[in-house]
């Protein structure tokens, strides 16, 4: 497991607990997905993931990595990347390949190094040629693809995506879900921060989160479609699953376990 948490707790100061006895495991590779609604606590779980927070209860293992020993601070930082909401929020330089190689520097990778490591992570995001553009001058699906080969240049273990798609129009999101999931093909481990179920569903498992609590974990097929998990953690239910309900409620289709994906739901209208 690259990821294991155990009875992890958390309030800020003067504040009601914002985590309330969190356990769970991440293995190597696969892509897990943390949803819930405004406030659940999934920024505050995705801090202590990257070591931004002090843990105060319970326990934390990231990437083999004791997070409550300030020692491993930085190798968690290293090991474990982040890449957040607003992508004019992440820029340091006001030149793309500026921008990765203040991260190496930060980490004193050997200055000989960086232009090599600089070029293969613009490529691994689809941006080489990119080199000399000002982030700020980019789309948003490029700003985060930018923000993603920053974090991919410090060769980190796994990946924290906090709602990295939240501001970005359909065509800017499909491009850092499609990076997400050839992420996963390259053995790195993808946490999805998201309001979308539809993001969700691609995960290989989900966590729900509701008021610091959690709520289900499990496979996308078995929480995604369960309407009082959606309904306490305010997510809209994808198309085949709300379809699935309509179509139910009018008696036009008998009962079975609701689908998440087209394919799921047309076979739900043929039997
Ligand atoms: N720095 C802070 N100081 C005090 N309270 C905070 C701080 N950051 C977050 N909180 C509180 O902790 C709770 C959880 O916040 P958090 O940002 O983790 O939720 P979230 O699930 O990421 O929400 P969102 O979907 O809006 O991003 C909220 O009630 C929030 O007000
Ligand atoms: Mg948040």
Same mark, same amino acid.
């Given at each position: ?111 000989? $190094? /960086?232009? #090599? ?9 689809? @941006? &080489?040629?990119?080199?000399?553009? +000002? ?92 309407? $009082? /998990?959606? #309904? ?9 699953? @709300? &379809?699935?309900?309509?179509?139910? +409620? ?22």
């Amino acid at each position: 497991m690259i990821i294991e948490a155990s009875d992890l707790s958390f309030s800020y100061p003067s504040s009601e607990p914002v985590l309330k006895g969190i356990s769970f495991c991440v293995r190597e590779g696969e892509i897990f997905a943390i949803v819930g609604g405004n406030g659940s606590g999934k920024s505050t779980l995705a801090r202590h993931l990257n070591a931004l927070l002090p843990m105060q209860s319970g326990t934390l293992k990231v990437a083999g990595m004791d997070a409550s020993d300030p020692e491993n601070t930085y190798p968690i930082r290293r090991a474990c990347g982040m890449v957040f909401q607003n992508p004019n929020n992440e820029f340091v330089s006001s030149v793309a390949q500026e921008d990765i190689a203040f991260g190496l520097q930060n980490f004193n990778f050997p200055e000989s $190094e /960086i232009p #090599k490591i600089v070029s293969q992570s613009l490529a691994s995001v689809g @941006l &080489s040629g990119f080199e000399k553009r +000002d982030p700020h001058s980019l789309s948003g699906g490029q700003k985060q693809r930018l923000a993603i080969a920053a974090v991919l240049a410090l060769s980190p273990k796994i990946i924290v995506l906090d709602e990295a798609t939240a501001m970005l129009d359909p065509e800017g999101r499909k491009q850092v879900i499609d990076l997400a999931l050839s992420l996963k093909s390259r053995g790195i481990t993808v946490v999805m921060i998201t309001h979308f179920v539809e993001e969700a569903a691609l995960a290989d498992k989900v966590m729900v989160l509701s008021l610091g609590r959690l709520l289900a974990l499990g496979s996308p097929k078995e929480v995604l479609v369960q309407k $009082e /998990i959606l #309904k306490e953690a305010r997510l809209l239910p994808v198309l085949p699953t @709300l &379809s699935y309900w309509s179509l139910l +409620d009018e008696g036009l289709i008998p009962p079975s376990s609701p689908p998440l994906t087209k394919e799921g739901l047309w076979e739900a209208m043929c039997r």
